[in-house]
């Protein structure tokens, strides 16, 4: 295997592993002695520290390679999805974020328990942490291959999963003492890594572009290959299908349960509010998040723009423009892939590397430990605790519980690990873009949830056995309207493609509506009313 790194590239790269194994073993000095300070931070973390790390969070390898994609190919609509990221910021913070610290939950899916009993919480736990593995670890594999491409040159088997592995592996050995805590600090160092990154990429390209700024802007107005100018902001077409998934009406409507999910139900993001002082202080740091999130995603579609500009006007460009090529190796690759690998200058390709890498980590740290606190806190606790209900042994102090959470994060990390090494094979058949692909897995889990929380929060009704039946509809309505689905039970002349948005709405209503059917038993509705009085 050969290296793509000139000696700039590795200067730029040691120093960055330099730096992260200093802020590493100084983080995780301060260890934590119960399950709540391993989990939470002990509810101590300031305000725009968290904002950050949901923002570093929610920002991962596959915005740091889709975005450009995304910018290259389309326009500016991908950032009115934050219309929807407003909206359900508003609806978490008034309805879940008071009610998660009013509990003193742990994790997210501990409110269920208090509507519904302790096997819907378990449930819900699983359904996240399949979810989790399937989204985190696409995240993990995009990140893989372009490190593999850009250190050994190749995108070999042997040499992707090597990179997953020394990803996981560093991921895992950064937040394996610290907990929570560690993972925030670590998620505002990649934060500003990554961003760094961005605009070093830009200054790059806007130098190698002879055009000045106003021509620059005036060619992506008037494209020569698509109606629509590049610049669009909100594209109001009525488009259900896949190409359509970035369009107002899906922005407002599918993204908004989307990010309703992800910062309200998701244990992955949320896990970050709860570890602020108090209700007030979480729903801040997430409404910040989401400001900050706009000109950090404007940084990464200018970038595609800036490409398209680079490879597709040669007019502009006063030649032939760069050599673009959509496969590596003979697989597919992104065009921001393309001038990383053959026109980017020495120095710049080692600062991408890294920020490809502080965004993968950021997003490995996460759910490392958002994981292990389910596992923990909703599935192993629990049932430690039920085997010892009755017996003579005393139960186990709160330390036990803090190796219980390291543990769970090896087993959590052999899992995403083993999940990106599958997404090598499984996207080889998908022509989804990186951005839309590592957005769409999660609607396997988001549908159910949102079904039964919706539930829970705005109706009286449901029990233990709708709860369950919701979860399972929600998993298999979205997985009907997959494509490859479609061709096993459709004739081709009736098959249709559409966006996950739609797909998530249709699964999140089925859901619902199974989950309202039931009426609660009287213990559960007198319990939920006791609790929501206290609220």
Same mark, same amino acid.
């Given at each position: ?73 389309? %326009? ?59 989204? &985190?670890? @696409? ?39 610290? =907990? ?6 670590? %998620? ?13 990429? $830009? ?45 107002? +009406?899906?922005? !407002? $409507? ?33 409404? +910040? ?22 490879? *597709? ?13 959509? &496969?590596?190796? =003979? ?36 759910? /490392? ?5 389910? *596992?923990?806190? %909703? /599935? ?7 085997? #010892?209900?009755?017996?003579? #042994? ?61 539930? @829970? /929060? ?10 369950? +039946?919701?979860?399972?509809? =929600? ?10 689905? *479609? ?14 948005? +739609? ?6 209503? $089925? ?7 039931? #009426? ?9 009313? !006791? ?5």
């Amino acid at each position: 295997m050969t290296s793509q790194f000139d000696w700039p590239d590795w200067l730029a790269f040691c120093v960055y592993i330099a730096l992260m194994s200093f802020t590493g073993w100084y983080f995780s000095q301060r260890t934590s002695n119960n399950a709540r300070d391993y989990f939470l931070a002990g509810n101590s973390m300031p305000i725009w520290m968290v904002a950050v790390s949901v923002l570093a969070t929610s920002q991962s390898a596959a915005t740091f390679l889709g975005g450009p994609d995304q910018g290259f190919r389309g %326009d500016f609509s991908y950032l009115m999805t934050n219309i929807g990221a407003f909206i359900a910021a508003y609806v978490v913070a008034v309805a879940l974020i008071p009610r998660f610290y009013q509990y003193k939950v742990g994790t997210v899916y501990e409110l269920l328990e208090q509507r519904f009993g302790a096997s819907s919480k378990s449930q819900a736990s699983v359904l996240y942490l399949f979810g989790r593995v399937f989204a &985190s670890g @696409a995240r993990l594999y995009m990140a893989g291959i372009a490190v593999s491409m850009i250190l050994f040159a190749d995108i070999a088997a042997g040499s992707v999963i090597l990179s997953i592995l020394l990803l996981t592996m560093a991921g895992l050995a950064y937040s394996f003492v610290g =907990g929570i805590r560690s993972v925030i600090y670590s %998620d505002v160092i990649q934060c500003i890594v990554y961003v760094s990154a961005a605009l070093a990429v $830009i200054v790059s390209l806007l130098y190698a572009i002879p055009a000045d700024f106003t021509q620059i802007m005036d060619a992506l107005a008037h494209p020569h290959d698509r109606e629509l100018s590049k610049l669009t902001l909100f594209d109001f077409r009525l488009d259900f299908t896949s190409a359509g998934v970035f369009t107002f +009406w899906s922005a !407002l $409507i599918g993204f908004t349960l989307l990010n309703i999910a992800a910062f309200g139900l998701d244990q992955d993001i949320t896990q970050r509010m709860l570890s602020c002082k108090d209700a007030k202080s979480g729903s801040k740091a997430l409404l +910040w998040s989401i400001v900050m999130v706009i000109p950090v995603m404007l940084l990464f579609i200018f970038i595609g723009m800036l490409l398209y500009i680079f490879y *597709l006007r040669p007019d502009l460009m006063l030649s032939e423009g760069g050599t673009m090529s959509d &496969s590596f190796s =003979g697989e597919k690759i992104t065009v921001f892939m393309s001038y990383v690998l053959h026109e980017m200058p020495s120095g710049v390709r080692g600062l991408v590397t890294i920020g490809v890498v502080a965004a993968a980590l950021s997003t490995i740290n996460s759910g /490392l430990n958002a994981m292990s606190s389910v *596992l923990v806190q %909703d /599935l192993y606790r629990p049932w430690l605790e039920k085997q #010892k209900q009755g017996g003579s #042994k005393a139960q186990p102090a709160e330390k036990h519980y803090v190796f219980a959470g390291q543990a769970g994060m090896t087993l959590s990390a052999l899992a995403l690990s083993g999940m990106a090494i599958i997404c090598f094979y499984w996207q080889k058949s998908s022509d989804m873009p990186l951005l839309a692909f590592a957005l769409s897995v999660m609607v396997f889990s988001y549908s159910g949830l949102l079904g039964v929380y919706f539930t @829970a /929060l705005f109706t009286n009704r449901g029990s233990k056995t709708s709860v369950t +039946w919701a979860f399972i509809a =929600g998993f298999m309505v979205p997985l009907a309207l997959q494509p490859y689905t *479609l061709q096993a039970y459709l004739p081709e002349s009736w098959r249709f493609d559409l966006g996950f948005t +739609w797909q998530l709405c249709i699964g999140t209503l $089925i859901a619902f509506f199974i989950c309202v059917a039931a #009426k609660p038993c009287r213990d559960q509705q007198q319990q939920w009313k !006791l609790a929501e009085q206290r609220v």
